[in-house]
Nanobody, 115 residues
């Protein structure tokens, strides 16, 4: 069983930065792929960024060049550095992890970007 706890959301002006963190805890052997998703009001949840077990990363086109995902495997923690934030980045951001083929989600953290 894996528990994911996100932190770092908040209110920021357009052009500003935020850093999200997601720590995995619980009784598990290993956490494989970790990533960030987001869901804006009235929209479907979408992938933002993913970091794979080998360190490779993947980003949604809308955040490439602005967001950076990183991972501290020793701490089972994934980060999302968000720069040059835009109002359209406003959403609830969710951490997702896969462990032994099972998918886990965090509770979400609100990111609001004002214009």
């Amino acid at each position: 069983q894996v528990q994911l706890v996100e932190s770092g959301g908040g209110l920021v002006q357009a052009g500003g930065s935020l850093r999200l963190s997601c720590a995995a805890s619980g009784n598990f052997v290993s956490v494989n792929t970790m990533g960030w998703y987001r869901q804006a009001p009235g929209k479907q949840r979408e992938v933002v960024a993913t970091v794979f077990n080998d360190g490779a990363t993947d980003y949604a086109e809308s955040v490439k060049g602005r967001f950076t995902i990183s991972r501290d495997s020793a701490k089972n923690t994934v980060y999302l550095q968000m720069n040059s934030l835009k109002p359209e980045d406003t959403a609830v951001y969710y951490c997702r992890a896969i462990s032994v083929g099972i998918l886990y989600w965090g509770q979400g953290t609100q990111v609001t970007v004002s214009s």
